[in-house]
Structures are given as structure tokens and as C-alpha cells.
């Protein structure tokens, strides 16, 4: 296992748990691993299809992440392939020969394709392992069903003494049992990793309006000039928007939705992988375990459905390691759209449980890591450091004379309006449907023109989850109080608030500089934050970079699976001057080492023989 390790993937010692499910499989197990994005689930499967006899067949979901996959076996000097639509029959029929023949390692299928090939391709070829990957997809309580994974039961069946390794980055207990049950796992052995990535900062934003939202979204990119991203929205007609915003200010960024043609959908990722678009702007369909590990930060322009999508799509963030940025919009207007989406669902108890589950961790004062551990069952009891709740606690003050004026507007209405109209009322302004309804007549009419409309927003939002009021989704989204608002407001119960933070704003008029050209890589120009690497490193770095960017190239593969952003780091700080002492850095296995090493150590020796020299001239 070890040697494997080191000659394939460059590492001299495992990540927790990955060497005990390695053993297991190998001991021809069944087996369940549940692992973060980013956590190493891949090599669970990929070290010991590489041990044992015969080709590991890995179930996939998108044609997209086979690609991924094997352009990174193939770095490493692994033999794989993927069957699917995208090949020519001719390619297909030479993949499906050399399997029969025992020539590839591992063999990427989606599961329409497996359950076709069984009946032929299966029963000629010797196969080590089933690795079922997104193993989530087939459960109906996972937060991304797929009905094609429903057949996959039939590989315990067909193939009674393979192993099946199912692995996922996100389930809860109810997923796990039904993957299991789906499955046919036999007595699986269960390993559960842990979830923190403490390398992601964790930010939430309340009650932002669109010119706020974009101009907090520029802000994020200016801090990541060179940095590749996600922002997901939670219609088609958001993408395009923010992505048109993006463009308007010089950032290259594309939309990508189910709505899109294919070829298009394909463009689209395969030039944010390659380094050509800085920013994709994204619904859910996107990046499904694609392995690209430099995108610096990921930001939700909606408040999304579940814990589970939330915390793989944050996940994509960051995977090499470094520091990375995820940022969560939140509004009333978004909680209302996904409860009328989790009541018109087939499960709309456990939608609507799971979107509440969400709402918590958007609306809490207590550190956001820790909810997110607890929900996947990780206690931890001590707060992260590395969330805005940790960073900046909220400040509270007596808000019962602001609670009394909301719920009083609300009461006047009789109760027939929505958080919109409300503030509108307490804000004095004469919408459209306070000048219809006759709303302009009431008391409480502009008695909260003092306060900025975004924190009336705020202040509603923290009502409604201190129970002052409810919304009736099924009248309007009207809001409707409580006993407990109704003890405010006519009995004086004291309601404390938390202040609403402020962000600072972008220099008014500044703009964006343009991407650099598609020559040069967007990645990683400041992954590495700014007084954290000396200037001359950072010279070395970007050298590094731009080598790995014209290799990349020369072959056809994304930037990152020549060499990760982790590695160039560890590359510049051990500034190896031979091939052999190449080849024992961190991330560098033998074939890499008989590939790239010339290279990257003629690089290396330019900048020590040209540091060397300006000493001597000191």
C-alpha cells in the first residue's frame, strides 16, 4: 500500500481512515465510506484497484468527471479509460478489448452503461472491484436522486464475491441505510470520515438585494484578482444575469444551466477547468465531483435547499488544501420560493424538514462549523475560528420597540401581506401594493423611515426565527403572528436583535482588470494570501505556474492535474536541484518525476543561480 502510494500519487503517508478502507476492500469487503469533498475519497478505490487482480469498474455520474478522472490516472501514469457516448464506436470497442485483455487498471462507466455491459463486457473481464462513486445518487432521501442508479443493486447479484466500495461526500443516517439497502451491501464495513475543512472560511450574508448582492460579489473577486470561482443560483435566469454583470465589469465568467444546449453546458466546463473563464455562474447541475482543486471560493447567490447539496457545493472549494472563500446570500424572498418548491415536491416532509434544517444554519448566532459538524453527526464543542459568527459575534441590543412596530404593521394589514409590503409600510414607501391596498392610511405607516430597508429585511428575518410570526405559504406568503409575537406586542414581552453587521463598500467607479489572456492560467495567482510568501518566492511560484500551464497545455489536461497548487507550494519551498530530489517531494510520484522533473528543475536552479547572484552583488 505504501509503495503503491508514493510511486502513483507522490505521498508518503495515507489521510485518516483512507489506509483501514483500503485494507478492507483489499480483504474483499463490502464497504461505505462517507468523506468530505476534497478528503480523498478516489484513492480508496484507485490503491487497491491497483493491488489487485484484474480492472476496478467506477460507476460515475457525468461523462464530465470520467474525463477528470482518467486524464488524472493517466498524469499518474495509470492505465483508464471510460466507456460512454462521447466515444466512437471504434473507441469503445478498443477500451472494451483491452478489458477483456487485462489491460486497464480502472474502468469508468455511468450505470446505464454498466447495467447494458453486464450481460458481455462483465462476464469476459476480470473484474477486482465495483466503486460506486456519488453513492447518494441513489437514495430517494439524498438531496440529488437518480433514477438510473436504482439497477445497481443487481452487481451484488451478478457478482457475489467482488467487493462494492459505495462512496459519497454528503449523507445523513436515513441516505446511508438506503444505500446500503439499494445496494445490497453485504454486512458493509462503515467508515465515516470527519467533515471539517477548516481550510474553508464560512460567511453568511442576510437580506441583500440584488445591487448589494453584486456589489459584494465584486468585492469577493477583487480579493481573488486571479482566483477561480462558483456562484450558484437558483434559477437559469440568475446565472445569466450575474454573469452579464460579471462581464460588464471585465471579469470572464460564463452562465451554465440545464436550459443550455449540451455542446454548450460542455464548453462551458471545459474552460473553467482549463483555466480559460475565472467564474462560472451556476444551478445545482453544475461540477458534480468535478476534481478541480484550485477554485478559490464558491458563493451561494440563493439560499439552497439542504445542508447536504450546501455542504458539497462549499466543498468544491478549496480541495488542494489552501485557503478558500465560501459566502451563503440569504433572503425571505428565497425561503418562501424553496418551501412552495418543498411542498409541490413527492417528499414534502422531509424537503420541507431538510430546508428548515438549512434556515437554521443561515439564521444562527453560534459557529457555523459546528452546526455543520453536528448535522453530520461529528460533535465538535469548540468553535472554528473561521466563520463570521467566530470572527465577528453579533452584538445585541433591546429591539422590543422595533419587534412592536413591525408586528403592529403586520396586525394592521389584518394580516394580509408579505415581508415585502410590510417593510415597505415601516419605510413609508408607496409601492404599488400599499397604494392599492390603502396601506398608506395606516399608523404605522412610514414609523420606520429612520431604518434602512436592508435592515428592516434583517430585523424580519431574525422575528421570524425568534417565532414573532409566521409565513402562510399557502395564503400569499403572508405574514401571520404568533402567540409569542402577539406577547410582544401587546404585552410588552422584551425581544432583544442582533445588530446588523455592515460591510465595507468597494471604492465607487473602481473597476475590475481585466482577466490576463488564456495563455496564462488563472489559477492560483493568489491562492497564496499576500505577506504570506516572500516577493522572490512568489516570483518562483508564478514560474512554476506558467510551466505547469505550457505542460498542461501541451498535453491536452487541465493546469491541476500536471500539478496541483499544493505541490508548486511544496516544490517552492524545498527548491529541489535535481530530478531525484524532485521526485521525493510531497504530491510527486515516479511517473510524474520521469515526465516533468527536467523541467521543473531547470526552472528551479534559474531562480537559485539568479538569487545566488544578487547576493553576490550585495
Known amino acids: 500500500m505504501q509503495n503503491i502510494l508514493k510511486r502513483y500519487f507522490g505521498f508518503s503517508s495515507f489521510r485518516p ?3 483501514e478502507i483500503i485494507r478492507a476492500v483489499l480483504a474483499g469487503k463490502d464497504v461505505l465510506v462517507l468523506m468530505p469533498t476534497g478528503g480523498g475519497k478516489s484513492l480508496c478505490y484507485q490503491v487497491p484497484a491497483l493491488m489487485r487482480e484484474g480492472t476496478a469498474v467506477v460507476v460515475s455520474p457525468l461523462i464530465s468527471l470520467m474525463k477528470d478522472q482518467v486524464e488524472g490516472m493517466a498524469a499518474n501514469g495509470i492505465p483508464a479509460a471510460a466507456l460512454n457516448s462521447m466515444n466512437d464506436e471504434a473507441e469503445n470497442l478498443r477500451i472494451r478489448a483491452a478489458c477483456v485483455r487485462g489491460e486497464l487498471k480502472l474502468l469508468y462507466v455511468s450505470p446505464e452503461r454498466l447495467v447494458a455491459e453486464l450481460p458481455y463486457l462483465m462476464r469476459d473481464m476480470k473484474v477486482s472491484l465495483f466503486a460506486v462513486d456519488e453513492a447518494h445518487c441513489i437514495s430517494q432521501w439524498g438531496h440529488d436522486f437518480r433514477p438510473e442508479y436504482a439497477q445497481l443493486g443487481a452487481l451484488r447479484q451478478t457478482f457475489p464475491g467482488v467487493p462494492v466500495i459505495a462512496l459519497t461526500a454528503t449523507a445523513d443516517r436515513l441516505t446511508r441505510e438506503d444505500i446500503r439497502k439499494q445496494l445490497k451491501l453485504s454486512d458493509p464495513a462503515v467508515f465515516v470520515s470527519s467533515f471539517d475543512r477548516p481550510n474553508l472560511s464560512l460567511d453568511v450574508r442576510r437580506g441583500y438585494q440584488k445591487k448589494e448582492k453584486d456589489r459584494a460579489i465584486l468585492s469577493i473577486i477583487a480579493r481573488h484578482r486571479d482566483d ?7 434559477s437559469k435566469k440568475n446565472t445569466e444575469s450575474v454573469a452579464d454583470m460579471l462581464m460588464g465589469h471585465g ?3 460564463a452562465a451554465y444551466h440545464a436550459g443550455l444546449p449540451a455542446e454548450e453546458r460542455e464548453r462551458v466546463q471545459d474552460d473553467f477547468i482549463h483555466d480559460r473563464i475565472q467564474v462560472v455562474c451556476a444551478t445545482v447541475a453544475f461540477g458534480m465531483g468535478i476534481d478541480k482543486s484550485d477554485v478559490r471560493f464558491v458563493i451561494h447567490y440563493n439560499l439552497p435547499k439542504s445542508i447536504e447539496g450546501f455542504y458539497q457545493e462549499i466543498g468544491r472549494a478549496g480541495r488542494d488544501g489552501l485557503p478558500a472563500e465560501t459566502v451563503l446570500f440569504y433572503s425571505m424572498a428565497d425561503l418562501v420560493q424553496l418551501s412552495k418548491f418543498a411542498q409541490e415536491s413527492g417528499q414534502r416532509e422531509i424537503n420541507t424538514e431538510k430546508l428548515r434544517r438549512m ?5 444562527s448566532d453560534v459557529c457555523r462549523r459546528r452546526i455543520l459538524l453536528n448535522y453530520f453527526g461529528e460533535p465538535a464543542d469548540t468553535d472554528c475560528g473561521n466563520c463570521d459568527v467566530c470572527k465577528n459575534p453579533p452584538k445585541r441590543f433591546d429591539g422590543t420597540v422595533l419587534a412592536q412596530k413591525a408586528l403592529s404593521a403586520i396586525v394592521r394589514t389584518r394580516q394580509q401581506a408579505g415581508a415585502g409590503t410590510v417593510t415597505d409600510i415601516l419605510r413609508g414607501n408607496f409601492s404599488a401594493e400599499v397604494v392599492k391596498c390603502h396601506y398608506g392610511d395606516l399608523k404605522t405607516f412610514g414609523v420606520g423611515r429612520d431604518v434602512p430597508a436592508r435592515d428592516w429585511r434583517d430585523y424580519l ?3 421570524l426565527q425568534n417565532g414573532l410570526f409566521e409565513i402562510a405559504y399557502d395564503e400569499g406568503n403572508h405574514l401571520k403572528l404568533t402567540d409569542a409575537g402577539r406577547q410582544v406586542l401587546y404585552d410588552g414581552r422584551r425581544v432583544e436583535l442582533a445588530v446588523v453587521r455592515k460591510e465595507e463598500p468597494r471604492p465607487a467607479g473602481r473597476r475590475l482588470r481585466p482577466l490576463r489572456s488564456a495563455a496564462v492560467p488563472v489559477g492560483p495567482g493568489s491562492a497564496v494570501p499576500e505577506g504570506e510568501m516572500p516577493p522572490r518566492r512568489k516570483e518562483l511560484f508564478e514560474a512554476l505556474r506558467l510551466l505547469r500551464k505550457r505542460l498542461a497545455d501541451a498535453q491536452g489536461f487541465p493546469p491541476y492535474i500536471v500539478m496541483s497548487d499544493k505541490v508548486l507550494q511544496n516544490l517552492c519551498e524545498a527548491c529541489p536541484m535535481t530530478v531525484e530530489a524532485f ?12 515526465r516533468y522533473g527536467k523541467d521543473f528543475v531547470e526552472v528551479i536552479r534559474r531562480y537559485v543561480e539568479a538569487g545566488t547572484a544578487r547576493q553576490g552583488e550585495k
Do not use: D, N
Open 461 to 463: 428575518m431574525q422575528m
Open 251 to 253: 471579469i470572464v465568467a
Open 17 to 19: 481512515l483512507q489506509a
Open 228 to 234: 477561480c470561482g462558483i456562484i450558484y443560483c437558483m
Open 359 to 363: 434556515q437554521e444554519y443561515a439564521e
Open 583 to 594: 521526485g521525493e517531494v510531497s504530491g510527486i510520484g515516479e511517473f510524474k518525476k520521469e
